[in-house]
């Protein structure tokens, strides 16, 4: 009978395993390995063996096809070589936890390498880099850009929101302290203040929903909303603010005579901004504030008179919740 060599040994393993288990397997070293030892294991070679683990780990290699693979190759060498049970244990003991920890070390390297991938496809994608290029990165990577892509910007970053997204199916990393989010589905909600940019198609969309994304997120911030607001909800705040000048003079016009101490003060203007945001309801206002109806019709009458705006005239209520919603936007009072 031919004597089993550790080539014919591997060809065996090779052949029970098949090829595609096998491959990413460093099956030679192992045989070297076990070849060598004693009855433990010297330190060098679990290192040998970890690595090797780490980097059938990174290949997309199973742990089962790892230690099945282990298994069998202990089983043919140490058997041909006569070694004592207890001996045979101790070193396919040594091997298999070195291995397994090998192999998690590798798992941890290909969630950063999956981080890296990702971070680096979102930067390019958010970009000026030609449409082209982005595709080609995102194809390699095997992600699906086509279709309508919403943005989502996250203003905080940890584990827990990115766990979250990516767990939605969402394309997410950390980007400059925030955390920018791809989707292309149902939105994942959180209580952490997020803009969420309108859908677009593409590539451009998706850059289009970014810049939405930025500006629903700092209208948020300066109104203190909490939560995914969407970029549409904010467009009002976002277009008066982008004159800023102009709105300071109508917030200072309308607002100054309410802000006197002598004339009420700020609750004036906590009123004026209840009663608009409860559709002019006296009764809601009033459960809003935890006052009588009376008080709040009184305090009505006053921002009439203070302001000289006639507020059963749509237009002057316009003016009065536009410099209301401006002082919020210019954080001259708490945002509501």
Known sequence: MPEKTPLTTRDAILADLGDSRAAGLDLDAWLQILARSGERMASGSR???????????????????????????????LAAEGRTPAGHLRLVGDG???????????????????????????????SEQPP??????????????????????????NETILDRLNDAGALAAPQRGRIVAIIGGRVPRGPETAGLGRPGLGIPGIRSSYADAIRALGMARRLGLRGVVPYGDV???????????TLRELVDATLTPLRSARNGGPQYIETASVWLQEGLSVAATARVLEVHERTVRYRLARIAKLTSLDLQHADDRFRLELAVRGARLLGDVPAG
């Open 47 to 77: 290192t040998r063996l970890a690595t090797s683990a780490g980097r059938a780990r990174v290949a997309g290699v199973p742990l089962t096809t790892v230690i099945e693979a282990w298994m069998a190759v202990a089983a043919v060498t």
């Open 96 to 126: 298999t936890r070195a291995l397994c920890a090998g192999y998690a070390d590798g798992q941890i390297e290909s969630i950063r390498q999956e981080e890296r991938q990702r971070t680096l496809l979102l930067e390019a994608l958010l």
């Open 132 to 157: 082209e290029q982005v595709q080609e990165l995102a194809t390699r990577l095997g992600v699906e850009l086509t279709g309508r892509r919403s943005v989502l910007l996250v203003g905080e970053v």
């Open 235 to 245: 467009l009002p705040e976002a277009l008066i603010a982008q004159d800023q000048t």
